[in-house]
């Protein structure tokens, strides 16, 4: 089940996410309103990048790769 709920954690900071340019350019970022279990276990997986005192984090290319991935195989469409 964990394993369920770090995928769908990913999904949701995808479907939520916005551009922002962050002075080195423009990355996906996401509010953290999840689990902090899962948003460690994300940012160990290198999907996710970001400073514990901030309030949202970046998307990495391989988050948002993987959570593109997670949006077929849960049958979601792409609306970004």
Known sequence: MKDQI????????YLTSFTDDYGLGEGQ???????????NE???????????????VHLTEDGIKQAQELMKKYNIENEK
């Open 6 to 13: 770090d995928e769908l954690t990913l999904l949701l900071l």
């Open 29 to 39: 970022r996401s509010w953290k309103g999840y689990p902090f279990e899962s948003l």
């Open 42 to 56: 994300l940012n160990e997986n290198k999907y996710i990048v970001g400073s514990k005192r901030s309030k949202s």
